[in-house]
Structure formats: structure tokens, C-alpha cells
């Protein structure tokens, strides 16, 4: 049954007593959207209203982050109730989180109105106020909601900027001080005290905030973005082209760096990075945003990206952000629409048409993904990323040959190989072994190896392989042991040492690793066949008909199921073997 057909049974079926203890079972995630709201509408046109249907529909809408349905369904409920104040909070949270900001400012304004001191109510009806030019009347809303740490983040940095916007520089700086109390928001009131300086155009004390942020976070990019736009206004380009030079060997080809650099070069007069109080309004809520998604906070970080584009609608770096976070919330069709936001002459388009290749394949939309970045390789025919991209898609896909083949051409592609470039080689070296091209795969291997010779996963795959194939031998368990410990927590590695050491006829240390695989990854059938074999071998022949049985209960591939079948049937041959038909875990992809 559909999600639609779930909530117009429930709508059309309960009463108020099933909603007052419905209220206990359901609570709100402030996240994504699934069907069209226009759809719902039609879905839902002849239904009657239920006051307590359409409230308990929208928050399990809500409880499974679907945010357009929850609207739809708390809109539903308004219509009968329009001052419950319990429903206005729940309807305005949602459309928040739907990005739907016309209605979210509207309803925002109606929870105030009905004596609810909400935080993120009063930060909506403050930043309306902002761009109404309406700051004093912002700046009460912004000390109302400061509560909490991320409430005194948040009030503080929108405090200052509505402060800029009246002009008045020590009381925007002053309304950032408090922020220095916690260490983790220095960096942020150093970074704005920065922005607000600059804007307001006091460049000398501008250019000290500047500095102070970026010696305590040089690596930010955003700083350096913003320090460097600084310097370039100030036409100390040369000092602005270091700086991005200095990012660069960190990071890369990063666009937005690259395009800043080119600019530099140029000396091409830079818009001001956050000169208007609501594009600095829009900067703090990214960059609280970005902290909030590093630290896996998806849905109020998804909250604070789409206030950051109410106030900045067009920001390439915020619709990358929010495409990012639907995307980690495997919202993957959401993810699509954010990313294809991107403005088509900003440097973060490539980045976003590749994103949309990966969405789409993630929602086996192969072909559709495979057009879309053999377009990417068509408009940038010298840049060897979307060919990647391609190629390990393929490979996903156990397309191996066409793999290679988008591999090599990146390769082509490539001047001096660097340690960044191991990858490539090693992801062709995969694809080459899997066709049946040894020779190569194993040139592979030992370039990406050389690019980088500490790279777990290459020395497993490559030392697996060479005892499969009984070549090198020392040298080859030598580099498994390494690969366990540099990553002794992965299990795919810590099997292929078990399983080598089985292939070389050591069947008690190969039982003893693979019982510390299957540990590390219990749920996978091949790592617990693998010790079905060995247990087998050492004469625990009990424990290896559980683990094959566990292995088939695990859903294993067809080819191996058959032989795991066999196996609970008969046992394994009297005759130790040298080498196993099925996939060895440690090489998996």
C-alpha cells in the first residue's frame, strides 16, 4: 500500500481519542519531501476534512522526513483549526524544512502571534524584518531566540548583521564578543567580525579580523575565499594569488579557489563577498549549516542551508550544500533537483552535473547517468574528473571493459602523475583483473602503490591476488599484514589475510583471522563462508555447518549459493584445497 493510500486510510478512519494518543507515537523530523504537494492536492480533493487525521498523517509525515506531505496534510488541518497554536508551530516547522519560505515566514509570524516564543519562528520573522530593512525590529526577534548554544550562535551573528545594516559597527562587534566565551564559536566570531568590518568599510581593523581568522583556520574555504576577495579589493593581488596557491596544494582543482586564482591573475575587480546585511545573514547561516552536516546534524542542517537561500537564492555553494545533505538523507530524487539549482556559470556546475550522474545511477537510472556525463566529458574536454566519475560507475555497475576504457582516457588525460592520481590506477588495475587481464591489472597495482605506498586497499588487492595466483609469496602476505595494519578495523582486509593464509594451506591462522572478520563484519556471506571452509579444515565441522548456513541465510550471490548448498550437503573434499571458486571479501569493491 502507498504512502498516500496509508494516510487516506488514516485520515478517513480515526477520531480525536486515537490523535490525542497518536501525538505520543509520532515525532517530527525536520527533513525532505517525496510525493509533489500539487499531486497530494488531487490525491486528497475529495477526502473529507478530520481535524485528527490530518494532524496524526502529518506528523508520521514527519516522523519519516517526508516535509511536503506533512505541510500538505498540517495545511489540511488548519483549514478546520486555523489557531490551534501546536498546529501553526508543526505546519511552520515543516514548510521550513520543505524550503517552501513564503508560508514558513507567513505561519512564523502567526506562532509568534499566538504567544509562542519558538526560536526558529523568531529567527524567520527577523530575517523577514531584515530584508524589510526593518532591523531594529530584527534585533529584538534575534535576543528573544538566543537560547542555547546554537541559539546564541545564531542570534549573535544575525544580531550583527542587522546591526550592519543599520550602520552601526561597535554594536555589531559587540553583539559578536559573546561569542568568543565558546571555543568552538571563536572562529566564527572572528571570521564575521571580519565580514561585518569590511562591509561596513573599515578596511584597516577589516584586515586584522582577516588575518586573525585565517591564522586560526587557514584552511577554511571559506576564509580564504573572503580574505582573498578582501586583498583583491584591496589590490594586493599578489598577496591574494598566494594565499589561493597555498589552498591549492591542499586542495587540489578546487573550482571555487581555481576561479578565485584566475580572477587574481586577471586583476579583475571581485564583488564584494557579503557586502548587503542579508547576503551576511546568508553566510552565517551556511557556514552553521556546513558544521552542523560535518557533524551528521542532517535535519537542522538542512533548516539553517534553506534559510541561508531565502536570504541568498542564487549561492552555487549553499543549493551544493543542501544537495549534499538530501543526498546523505538518501533522498537522492531531492538531491537531483538541488543540484541542477546550480547557476550554469558557476565553477560548481561540473561538480553539481556529476552529483546528478551519481543520483540518478543510485536510483538505477543508469543510462540516464551515462548520458549525463558523457555530456560533462563532451563540455570539459580536457578534465579528466568526469571521466572518473564515468568509470566508476561502470565499475559499480560491473561494466569492467568500458571502466578501463573511461579510465585510460582519463589517464591520457593527466600530465605528470602525482600521489593524488593512485586511485586511477588503482580502480583500472580492479577493472583489468576483472577481465581477465592480468598483465595489466597488475601494472596497475604496482604504479598506484608507488604513487602511494602505504594505501591499505591496494596492497590487500594486490597482495590477495598474488597468493591466489601462488606468486610472490612472502611478498605478498608481507603486504596483507601491512594492509591489516594500517586499517585493522576493516574487515574485508582482515578476511583476506585469513583467507591467504587458508589458500596457503594454514587453516588454524586462517580460522583465527576470519573469526575476527566475521566480527568485524557479521552480516556479509562471504567472510562467514570463508570460515565455514576453515573451521572446516581444523575439524570444528559443527560450527562450520553454522556458519555456511548463516552464510545462505546472508543472501550470498547466485554462484556462491550453489556452492555453499553443496557444502551443507556434502562438507568440503578430504583433500585440503589451494583455491576457492568464490569471491575472496577482501577484494571486494
Same mark, same amino acid.
Given at each position: 500500500?502507498?504512502?498516500?493510500?496509508?494516510?487516506?486510510?488514516?485520515?478517513?478512519?480515526?477520531?480525536?481519542?486515537?490523535?490525542?494518543?497518536?501525538?505520543?507515537?509520532?515525532?517530527?523530523?525536520?527533513?525532505? $519531501?517525496?510525493?509533489?504537494?500539487?499531486?497530494?492536492?488531487?490525491?486528497?480533493?475529495?477526502?473529507?476534512?478530520?481535524?485528527?487525521?490530518?494532524?496524526?498523517?502529518?506528523?508520521?509525515?514527519?516522523?519519516?522526513?517526508?516535509?511536503?506531505?506533512?505541510?500538505?496534510?498540517?495545511? /489540511?488541518?488548519?483549514?478546520?483549526?486555523?489557531?490551534?497554536?501546536?498546529?501553526?508551530?508543526?505546519?511552520?516547522?515543516?514548510?521550513?524544512?520543505?524550503?517552501?519560505?513564503? /508560508?514558513? $515566514?507567513?505561519?512564523?509570524?502567526?506562532?509568534?502571534?499566538?504567544?509562542?516564543?519558538?526560536?526558529?519562528?523568531?529567527?524567520?520573522?527577523?530575517?523577514?524584518?531584515?530584508?524589510?530593512?526593518?532591523?531594529?525590529?530584527?534585533?529584538?526577534?534575534?535576543?528573544?531566540?538566543?537560547?542555547?548554544?546554537?541559539?546564541?550562535?545564531?542570534?549573535?551573528?544575525?544580531?550583527?548583521?542587522?546591526?550592519?545594516?543599520?550602520?552601526?559597527?561597535?554594536? #555589531?562587534?559587540?553583539?559578536?564578543?559573546?561569542?568568543?566565551?565558546?571555543?568552538?564559536? @571563536?572562529?566564527?566570531?572572528?571570521?564575521?567580525?571580519?565580514? @561585518?568590518?569590511?562591509?561596513?568599510?573599515?578596511?584597516?581593523?577589516?584586515?586584522?579580523?582577516?588575518?586573525?581568522?585565517?591564522?586560526?583556520?587557514? &584552511?577554511?574555504?571559506?576564509?580564504?575565499?573572503?580574505?582573498?576577495?578582501?586583498?583583491?579589493?584591496? %589590490? %594586493?593581488?599578489?598577496?591574494?594569488?598566494?594565499?589561493?596557491?597555498?589552498?591549492?596544494?591542499?586542495?587540489?582543482?578546487?573550482?571555487?579557489?581555481?576561479?578565485?586564482?584566475?580572477?587574481?591573475?586577471?586583476?579583475?575587480?571581485? @564583488?564584494?563577498?557579503?557586502?548587503? #546585511?542579508?547576503?551576511?545573514?546568508?553566510?552565517?547561516?551556511?557556514?552553521?549549516?556546513? #558544521?552542523?552536516?560535518?557533524?551528521?546534524?542532517?535535519?537542522?542542517?538542512?533548516?539553517?542551508?534553506?534559510?541561508?537561500?531565502?536570504?541568498?537564492?542564487?549561492?552555487?555553494?549553499?543549493?551544493?550544500?543542501?544537495?549534499?545533505?538530501?543526498?546523505?538523507?538518501?533522498?537522492?530524487?531531492?538531491?537531483?533537483?538541488?543540484?541542477?539549482?546550480?547557476?550554469?556559470?558557476?565553477?560548481?556546475?561540473?561538480?553539481?552535473?556529476?552529483?546528478?550522474?551519481?543520483?540518478?545511477?543510485?536510483?538505477?537510472?543508469?543510462?540516464?547517468? @551515462?548520458?549525463?556525463?558523457?555530456?560533462?566529458?563532451?563540455?570539459?574536454?580536457?578534465?579528466?574528473?568526469?571521466?572518473? &566519475?564515468?568509470?566508476?560507475?561502470?565499475?559499480? /555497475?560491473? %561494466?569492467?571493459?568500458?571502466?578501463?576504457? #573511461?579510465?585510460?582516457?582519463?589517464?591520457?588525460?593527466?600530465?605528470?602523475?602525482?600521489?593524488?592520481?593512485?586511485?586511477?590506477?588503482?580502480?583500472?588495475?580492479?577493472?583489468?583483473?576483472?577481465?581477465?587481464?592480468?598483465?595489466?591489472?597488475?601494472?596497475?597495482?604496482?604504479?598506484?602503490?608507488?604513487?602511494?605506498?602505504?594505501?591499505?586497499?591496494?596492497?590487500?588487492?594486490?597482495?590477495?591476488?598474488? $597468493?591466489?595466483?601462488?606468486?610472490?609469496?612472502?611478498?605478498?602476505?608481507?603486504?596483507?599484514?601491512?594492509? &591489516?595494519?594500517?586499517?585493522?578495523?576493516?574487515?574485508?582486509?582482515?578476511?583476506?589475510?585469513?583467507?591467504?593464509?587458508?589458500?596457503?594451506?594454514?587453516?588454524?591462522?586462517?580460522?583465527?583471522?576470519?573469526?575476527?572478520? $566475521?566480527?568485524?563484519?557479521?552480516?556479509?556471506?562471504?567472510?562467514?563462508?570463508?570460515?565455514?571452509?576453515?573451521?572446516?579444515?581444523?575439524?570444528?565441522?559443527?560450527?562450520?555447518?553454522?556458519?555456511?548456513?548463516?552464510?545462505?541465510?546472508?543472501?550470498?550471490?547466485?554462484?556462491?549459493?550453489?556452492?555453499?548448498?553443496?557444502?551443507?550437503?556434502?562438507?568440503?573434499?578430504?583433500?585440503?584445497?589451494?583455491?576457492?571458486?568464490?569471491?575472496?571479501?577482501?577484494?571486494?569493491?
Amino acid at each position: 500500500m502507498s504512502f498516500v493510500q496509508n494516510m487516506k486510510t488514516m485520515i478517513t478512519s480515526l477520531g480525536t481519542t486515537t490523535l490525542l494518543l497518536g501525538i505520543l507515537a509520532f515525532s517530527l523530523g525536520y527533513a525532505t $519531501v517525496s510525493p509533489a504537494r500539487a499531486q497530494l492536492h488531487v490525491e486528497f480533493d475529495d477526502m473529507p476534512l478530520s481535524l485528527s487525521g490530518n494532524y496524526l498523517a502529518g506528523r508520521y509525515a514527519g516522523s519519516v522526513r517526508d516535509a511536503d506531505s506533512a505541510a500538505d496534510f498540517y495545511a /489540511r488541518t488548519l483549514l478546520v483549526d486555523p489557531d490551534n497554536a501546536n498546529i501553526v508551530e508543526q505546519a511552520f516547522l515543516v514548510e521550513l524544512s520543505a524550503g517552501n519560505m513564503e /508560508r514558513a $515566514v507567513e505561519l512564523a509570524n502567526k506562532v509568534l502571534e499566538l504567544g509562542r516564543n519558538n526560536r526558529m519562528a523568531l529567527y524567520i520573522s527577523g530575517l523577514d524584518d531584515v530584508l524589510s530593512k526593518r532591523f531594529t525590529k530584527s534585533i529584538e526577534k534575534f535576543d528573544r531566540a538566543s537560547r542555547g548554544q546554537i541559539g546564541k550562535l545564531t542570534s549573535g551573528l544575525l544580531s550583527a548583521w542587522a546591526y550592519k545594516g543599520k550602520g552601526d559597527l561597535d554594536a #555589531a562587534l559587540k553583539a559578536l564578543a559573546p561569542l568568543a566565551k565558546t571555543q568552538s564559536f @571563536v572562529i566564527f566570531k572572528t571570521y564575521h567580525s571580519a565580514l @561585518v568590518t569590511d562591509a561596513l568599510g573599515a578596511t584597516g581593523k577589516a584586515e586584522e579580523y582577516y588575518q586573525s581568522a585565517f591564522r586560526g583556520k587557514g &584552511v577554511s574555504l571559506r576564509i580564504t575565499l573572503a580574505y582573498g576577495n578582501f586583498l583583491e579589493r584591496q %589590490k %594586493k593581488h599578489k598577496k591574494a594569488i598566494q594565499i589561493y596557491d597555498d589552498f591549492l596544494k591542499r586542495v587540489p582543482d578546487h573550482p571555487l579557489i581555481a576561479e578565485a586564482r584566475d580572477r587574481a591573475l586577471n586583476a579583475t575587480p571581485p @564583488v564584494h563577498f557579503a557586502q548587503p #546585511a542579508k547576503h551576511g545573514a546568508a553566510e552565517a547561516m551556511f557556514g552553521i549549516a556546513s #558544521a552542523l552536516s560535518q557533524d551528521r546534524s542532517y535535519d537542522l542542517a538542512l533548516v539553517y542551508t534553506q534559510i541561508a537561500l531565502y536570504l541568498k537564492p542564487n549561492s552555487p555553494s549553499a543549493w551544493t550544500l543542501l544537495g549534499d545533505i538530501h543526498e546523505d538523507l538518501k533522498k537522492y530524487g531531492l538531491a537531483l533537483t538541488s543540484y541542477d539549482q546550480v547557476p550554469a556559470q558557476s565553477r560548481l556546475r561540473k561538480n553539481a552535473d556529476m552529483r546528478i550522474a551519481a543520483n540518478l545511477d543510485r536510483m538505477d537510472q543508469t543510462e540516464d547517468a @551515462v548520458k549525463k556525463l558523457t555530456t560533462v566529458t563532451a563540455a570539459y574536454p580536457k578534465d579528466y574528473e568526469p571521466l572518473l &566519475v564515468l568509470g566508476n560507475l561502470l565499475r559499480g /555497475r560491473s %561494466k569492467f571493459k568500458k571502466a578501463a576504457e #573511461a579510465y585510460s582516457s582519463a589517464i591520457d588525460l593527466i600530465g605528470a602523475k602525482t600521489r593524488r592520481h593512485w586511485s586511477i590506477y588503482y580502480f583500472r588495475g580492479i577493472s583489468y583483473e576483472r577481465t581477465k587481464q592480468w598483465e595489466k591489472a597488475e601494472a596497475d597495482l604496482i604504479k598506484a602503490l608507488e604513487l602511494e605506498p602505504n594505501q591499505h586497499l591496494v596492497l590487500n588487492y594486490l597482495g590477495y591476488s598474488w $597468493v591466489e595466483k601462488n606468486l610472490h609469496l612472502d611478498r605478498a602476505m608481507d603486504m596483507i599484514r601491512r594492509a &591489516v595494519k594500517l586499517s585493522p578495523k576493516d574487515g574485508y582486509i582482515v578476511d583476506s589475510l585469513g583467507w591467504a593464509h587458508y589458500h596457503l594451506g594454514n587453516y588454524e591462522s586462517a580460522a583465527k583471522s576470519l573469526e575476527r572478520a $566475521v566480527s568485524l563484519k557479521p552480516d556479509d556471506p562471504v567472510i562467514n563462508d570463508h570460515l565455514g571452509d576453515a573451521y572446516w579444515r581444523v575439524g570444528r565441522k559443527l560450527e562450520a555447518r553454522f556458519q555456511w548456513q548463516h552464510a545462505h541465510d546472508l543472501k550470498p550471490e547466485p554462484e556462491n549459493l550453489i556452492k555453499i548448498k553443496l557444502k551443507l550437503k556434502n562438507g568440503l573434499e578430504d583433500i585440503p584445497i589451494t583455491k576457492e571458486a568464490s569471491q575472496p571479501a577482501g577484494k571486494k569493491i
